[in-house]
């Protein structure tokens, strides 16, 4: 793992919420908390587009807050160029996002209404400091905007006067302003309609391979995710799954979450939708207040055996440089024969 | 709607009458719904046309602001007028105007014949009524059961769709249940009465994949059993694709295309439609191709281009296309179009998106369409 080429490496990231509000009760022995991210490790190389996914609730935002910073990890190592940005103080910190940008779920709400689209985008660089001269900087932002396919003449304009697919380019622009090294888009695209998604997508990919920007993806849409990514990870109840290089992941996944996961996206094609054989889950992802004892995923999964409901399984390479945290992974472990429903 | 007070009516519902001859159990026709609004009419529905029988499925695709959940609304009585207004067109369910019928026997064929099933199932529940009553609340009003009674088909209801512990669940709130099994309360509801037609707005946006999965799955296991007709509105051609037989698809009020599953897949004959296609990211597994997006955003409702409306952003517009609306071109198989050129075959076959058909099997059919 030790490459020079990682921009970020995560090593054991956890984040706890407690549940519990009050003094006595959260320092209490038995104060209850959401485990949100559980020893959550992966690494992130430059130029490279890292997808997260998972369902509602598995930890894939928090994680890549934590990893900004926007909210405190409990414990783990977030290491940026080297730095460890979990025991950086303030002015490290802000030294730190200056490379790494962040691009919000919701377009509607991540731009203030109150500044014109202009403001919107040079602010980093007020804030950074970064170009000090203003015409300079209005020079930028209209290349910026330029870019991501806005009317440059439109720097004067406020955000409402914008749909929510331009919006969405407006928060690009302003997370490219400073030229970053890496951004995390979280659910970037999900608010979109399809026609506007795509063309949402193939900008980040346009952008990408001119700046040589590294992302971190992350979205609940496996097929998204599979059209952007270089490497795939895949998250549930807060902990990893598996990760691999995309083609792997869809190819020949591992991990029966992964296989359900896959089996369960409805394919835009008839013919190849009525051949697939598919795994129906039952029932609904546990709460992360009281996870399951051993696997996480032992309550759902097809093919659980008694281990699974004790041992932990740990994230093992099975393969050179796919991980996977299950105690009977190997290539399709679900396979007809096996599966009772 | 949800009033105290059930009145019990145990009268003949209109779904024990006979389908009149020459008609389906569904026909819209040509149905406008105009919304009157201090900065114009909003030309929410313009001109949508359909008809449905028993046991199929009716897919109904378009992005945010198309149309597709007006359509539905409109079918239902739930628009309030003013300031929506029906401004031509009608809907006939066994025969029968939805669209002239008074208020009351309205309320017979709300969730009685036709129910419908909502986008978010966080919050078309009552908070503070128990999920039990509020599946009774139906039954007691349309087919005039008792409170015993309701209660004792409810937590039949919730059984058959799959939710474990079914007396216990009864007494339940709705924030006691996770947003999949509401999705299936909701389902329990809209098929207490045993509907003709079930209208399923979005029904699993809100929801993870794997729980989307089931609830599909409980929706085509119902069909099969009660022979009812579904019309599910989705964005996602994914959806469809697995259980739909007729797909209409909307764009900007209008119905753009219609056809069967397979000729909207494998013979779509509408840019809008090849637009969609090409929009997706495609599941192919050895190497990726860029999206092809449709260039623009869609026009707003208030102020529709002069010609047809998805002119501005369809890169084969001509002069003609900017400046007439287009004709409903229709096929001998009743798969019809809004297009200038939908049955120009040279510039369909030129154009249209490659399919896993086309791929594969027809190479030789498609060489001889380029020469």
């Not at chain 1, 990919?205 to 040589?212: I, N, T, V």
């Not at chain 1, 998250?235 to 020949?252: C, F, H, P, V």
């Not at chain 1, 991990?255 to 609904?284: E, K, W």
């Not at chain 2, 007070?5 to 719904?33: C, F, Y």
């Amino acid at each position: 793992m030790a490459d020079s080429n990682v921009l970020l490496r995560v090593e054991n990231l956890c984040k706890e919420f407690p549940v519990d509000s009050g003094f006595i009760a959260k320092h209490s022995k038995n104060a209850r908390s959401v485990h949100a991210v559980n020893n959550v490790s992966f690494d992130i190389k430059a130029g490279e587009t890292f997808g997260l996914v998972g369902e509602s609730g598995c930890g894939k935002s928090t994680t890549g807050r934590c990893i900004m910073r926007l909210i405190e990890p409990t414990s783990g190592k977030v290491i940026f160029e080297g730095n460890d940005v979990a025991s950086m103080n303030a002015k490290e910190l802000k030294a730190m996002r200056r490379d790494m940008q962040f691009v919000f779920q919701d377009p509607y709400a991540s731009l203030n209404p109150r500044m014109t689209i202009g403001e919107i985008v040079s602010e980093p660089m007020v804030i950074h400091n970064t170009v000090p001269d203003k015409d300079e900087r209005i020079e930028i932002v209209r290349t910026l905007l330029d870019t991501v396919g806005l009317n440059p003449e439109h720097i004067n304009r406020y955000p409402h006067e914008f749909s929510g697919g331009q919006r969405q380019r407006i928060g690009i622009a302003r997370a490219f302003a400073l030229r970053p090294k890496l951004i995390i888009c979280d659910e970037p695209v999900s608010a979109l309609d399809v026609s506007i998604q795509a063309q949402v997508l193939n900008l980040l990919s346009d952008l990408q391979k001119e700046f040589g920007t590294a992302y971190l993806f992350i979205a609940h849409d496996l097929s998204v995710v599979q059209h952007i990514s270089d490497r795939v990870a895949v998250m549930y109840l807060g902990n990893m799954m598996e990760y691999s290089d995309w083609k792997t992941l869809y190819a020949e996944p591992c991990h029966p979450y992964t296989q359900s996961l896959l089996s369960a996206v409805p394919i835009p094609d008839p013919d190849i939708q009525a051949s697939r054989n598919r795994i129906i889950l039952r029932g609904d992802p546990p709460s992360p207040i009281d996870p399951p004892s051993g696997c996480p995923f032992h309550t759902r999964c097809p093919i659980a055996q008694a281990k699974c409901s004790q041992d932990k399984p740990e994230l093992r390479e099975v393969l050179p440089g796919h991980f996977c945290a299950c105690h009977f992974a190997e290539p399709n472990p679900i396979k007809e024969s096996s599966i009772e429903l | 709607m949800f009033g105290i007070g059930l009145k019990k009516r145990a009268k003949q519902d209109l779904r024990d009458t006979p389908i009149p001859e020459g008609h389906h159990l569904l026909e819209v026709n040509d149905l406008k719904m105009y919304f009157h609004t201090q900065d114009g009419i909003v030309k929410a529905v313009n001109g949508v046309s359909y008809t449905l029988d028993r046991g199929e499925t009716l897919g109904v695709v378009g992005e945010s602001g198309s149309g597709k959940s007006v359509t539905s609304l409109t079918i239902m009585g739930l628009i309030d007028m003013p300031p929506g207004k029906v401004e031509g067109g009608d809907v006939l369910y066994r025969g029968k105007s939805l669209i002239n019928m008074t208020e009351e026997e309205m309320e017979s064929v709300r969730g009685n014949d036709i129910a419908m099933i909502f986008q978010d199932p966080m919050t078309s529940l009552n908070p503070v009524y128990t999920i039990g009553r509020q599946l009774s609340e139906g039954m007691r009003l349309h087919k005039g059961m008792g409170k015993k009674e309701a209660l004792e088909r409810s937590v039949e209801l919730l059984r058959m769709v799959g939710i474990p512990n079914a007396e216990q669940r009864v007494k339940e709130y709705p924030h006691e249940f996770s947003g999949g099994m509401r999705q299936r309360v909701m389902i329990a509801m809209a098929l207490a009465c045993d509907p003709d037609i079930l209208i399923a707005d979005e029904p699993t946006t809100a929801l993870d994949v794997t729980i989307q999965a089931q609830i599909i799955e409980l929706m085509q296991e119902m069909q099969q059993k009660n022979g009812n007709a579904i019309i599910m509105i989705t964005h996602d051609l994914g959806v469809v694709a697995d259980i739909a037989d007729k797909i209409m698809v909307m764009y900007a009020g209008s119905p753009v295309e219609f056809g069967t599953r397979d000729e909207i897949f494998y013979n779509p004959i509408h840019p809008y439609t090849w637009g969609l296609n090409r929009s997706i990211p495609e599941p192919a597994i050895d190497e990726k191709h860029p999206l092809t997006p449709i260039k623009g955003n869609p026009p707003s409702l208030v102020d529709l281009p002069k010609g047809c409306s998805f002119a501005p952003r369809c890169p084969y517009a001509t002069d003609k296309c900017h400046n007439e609306v287009p004709p409903i071109y229709t096929t001998e198989t009743g798969h019809y179009a809004k297009c200038h050129y939908c049955n120009d075959k040279d510039f369909v076959a030129k154009n249209a998106p490659a399919t896993s058909r086309t791929k594969t099997a027809p190479i030789a059919e498609k060489k001889g369409a380029d020469a």
